[in-house]
């Protein structure tokens, strides 16, 4: 046990901060703008089935063991708005509903079923859904929080230095200021920034921009009771509901650097086809719209080493980074106490690569 210093202050970095905090360290968050990353911009959604694709079957048993970690991560934070009704996933056309059998088809092979549904039966699960939706799956077992509950939790329990590191070396950061911060150990968590820490980051982490919606019903609009996944002419499109009549409307996927601007044209695809899925959308008032910077990897998968003696990594969680959130800060913890890492969380470590 000793200081460590977490550079960055998103959901990864606090989530590590407060575990190491519980396991005796003595962290210190470093971040000139705590939680203004994508951790603030994110949908919520903890559902690694509706995200598994072929070929990434690491990633699927990554997620689903944070998954499994994550009511108890909720339960001692508190109140994080975690929801708990599952997913429907809708197809808008046939080509879409092929694209989801596919889906379900891989899912089965990997003993992971999930349920088809027809439309009606869609609708009985979710009546806002569309008459013209003929099929679609459902996932009873994925979860959603609200992200923003969670990171004012999470910034509650931790000790900040606001100023941005422009270099980490073994034992200590440099401040834009000049000054140094010592630790014995230094965890870069800065996200899609992480890369520009250290040299090894360098070519693994990359920014990928995502823009999401947040709308909130009206008196008399028909209200989500649970997460809206759907492909619609093969774009996915998502709807979260949160307890308070919002609803978080995702996401647009494209490389643009570090650019946070909010296009017309992403603004437009965003509620086009969720309309076509949710008609009853364009009754709910537009609150805000967002656009945050992933930090992904060449393989999709979390990095979570050393990358020297004292400086570990926790970066790369692409469109994950709140699913997982718990395995990402119970392995670092485990390597900082030199312990077992979670089996699943080895795909993420360097040499895997
Ligand atoms: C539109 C969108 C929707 C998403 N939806 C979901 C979802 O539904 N479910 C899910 O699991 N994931 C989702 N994600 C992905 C998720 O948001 C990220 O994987 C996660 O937020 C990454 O967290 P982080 O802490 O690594 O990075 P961030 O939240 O980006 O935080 C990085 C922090 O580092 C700080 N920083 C940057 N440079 C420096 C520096 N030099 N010194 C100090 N600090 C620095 C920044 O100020 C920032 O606070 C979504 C992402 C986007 C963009």
């Given at each position: ?41 994110a949908g919520g959604m903890l559902a690694p089935v509706t995200e ?278 119970e392995a670092v913890v485990a390597m900082l106490n030199g312990e ?14």
């Open positions: 046990m000793g200081k460590l210093a977490v550079v960055g202050a998103g959901v990864i970095g606090l989530s590590v901060a407060w575990r190491a905090l519980q396991h005796g360290w003595l962290p210190v968050v470093i971040d000139p703008s705590p939680c203004s990353g994508a951790s603030w911009v598994a694709w072929p070929g990434e079957e690491p990633l699927l048993e990554l997620g689903e063991a944070s998954l499994r970690a994550w009511p108890e991560f909720a339960a001692e934070l508190g109140d994080v708005g975690l929801r708990t009704e599952g997913t429907v996933v809708a197809a808008f056309d046939s080509a879409d509903a092929r694209q989801l059998d596919i889906l379900a088809e891989h899912l089965a092979s990997v003993g992971r079923d999930v349920d088809r549904l027809t439309g009606p039966e869609l609708r009985r699960l979710e009546p806002v859904i569309a008459t013209s939706v003929r099929s679609g799956l459902s996932v009873p077992g994925d979860l959603a929080v609200d992200n923003r509950k969670l990171l004012t939790v999470l910034r509650s329990k931790a000790t900040f230095v606001q100023q941005s590191a422009r270099a980490v070396r073994t034992g200590e950061v440099e401040l834009a200021d000049g000054s140094t911060e010592r630790a014995d150990v230094v965890v870069i968590a800065a996200g899609a920034w992480s890369r520009g820490l250290h040299p090894r980051l360098n070519s693994l982490v990359r920014p990928v921009k995502g823009e999401i919606l947040r709308l909130r019903s009206r008196p008399g609009s028909l209200p989500l009771g649970r997460t809206v996944r759907a492909l619609v002419e093969s774009r996915p499109v998502y709807l979260v509901p949160r307890e308070d009549g919002e609803v978080v409307l995702g996401a647009t996927q494209y490389e643009a650097g570090y650019d946070t601007d909010v296009m017309v044209r992403g603004v437009h695809d965003l509620l086009r086809d969720a309309q076509s899925v949710v008609p009853g959308l364009s009754e709910y008032r537009l609150v805000e719209s967002a656009a945050g910077v992933r930090a992904s990897s060449p393989d999709n998968l979390p990095l979570i080493d050393w990358l020297e003696p004292g400086v570990l990594a926790a970066t790369g969680h692409h469109r994950n980074g709140l699913l997982l959130a718990p395995i990402t800060a077992p890492v979670p089996e699943a969380a080895s795909a993420a470590r360097l040499e895997a690569r």
